[in-house]
């Protein structure tokens, strides 16, 4: 008898931020298991790009631009995806944004951009996903925080104040819901190397972007960041009926950083 794993055939899955990196890894690899993906992304071209590629490979997916820091235009999307598919299964929100300094240096309109998209983002798209999957009879809902949720990291005041938001909001929505079939996690990826690690060393360490890349990728025990693929097979996993059992729980993937603190 032959057994499919980790299928996610005819789910419906919303994944925000899906226009590049960890997001994108993630809505492929959603596709490729069955789901219809809807990419969200504040870029429309980014979006439509990422939907094409997963066609192109026989996946099912839309496109559309969305800001999740503003919670009426994710409400319009959840109505509309609702309105088309009935029901959404899976929330992953990815969408974020990162921010550099110690409190001294993190004025509060920088603080407030962060929170914005990070925090507020993440409570827009549970907010507006969860009656339909509470009518539904359950869902799962997968939040993207990291390890500075988990530990002590230098100069990311704002970013971690956010990214321990969100991993505490999972707790409280993941205790809230689990009598209404509701499962709610967070992963806690260490450095991922993803478009944005290029774009931030070429900007800013232009002259010594080897150098500054290797010291990025030797703060994991494992001397190396991970990989956008690495995280979407984790969440994969965590949407999938095999994690039927998991809930409120945080997941680093962090190539030893964690558990490793004395390493460095």
Request: with cysteine.
């Amino acid at each position: 008898m032959k057994t499919e794993f980790f299928s996610l055939s005819g789910k419906i899955a919303v994944v925000t931020g899906a226009g590049s990196g960890i997001g994108a890894a993630i809505a492929r690899r959603f596709a490729l298991a069955g789901a219809h993906v809807h990419i969200w992304d504040t870029a429309s071209d980014r979006s439509g790009a990422v939907a094409d590629q997963i066609v192109d490979e026989g996946g099912s997916a839309t496109a559309s631009k969305v800001d999740v820091s503003h919670a009426d235009s994710v409400q319009s999307a959840i109505d509309t995806i609702i309105r088309d598919d009935s029901r959404v299964d899976i929330l992953v929100n990815n969408a974020g944004v990162s921010s550099i300094g110690d409190i001294e240096n993190t004025p509060p309109e920088e603080l407030e951009r962060v929170f914005n998209v990070n925090v507020a983002g993440v409570a827009n798209g549970m907010r507006a996903v969860l009656p339909a999957m509470t009518n539904a009879g359950g869902g799962v809902i997968l939040n993207m925080a990291s390890i500075v949720s988990l530990v002590g990291v230098k100069e990311r005041f704002a970013y971690s104040a956010s990214k321990g938001a969100v991993l505490t909001m999972t707790y409280s929505v993941a205790i809230d819901y689990v009598k209404k079939g509701i499962r709610c996690n967070c992963i806690c990826p260490a450095r991922i190397h993803t478009p944005f690690v290029d774009d931030y060393l070429a900007r800013n360490y232009p002259d010594s972007t080897d150098v500054v890349f290797k010291q990025l990728s030797d703060y994991q025990p494992m001397g190396r960041m991970g990989t956008p693929d690495e995280v979407a097979a984790l969440a994969h996993y965590l949407c999938s009926d095999e994690a039927a059992f998991v809930t409120g729980n945080a997941y680093p993937i962090d190539g030893g950083v964690c558990s490793m603190p004395g390493f460095s």
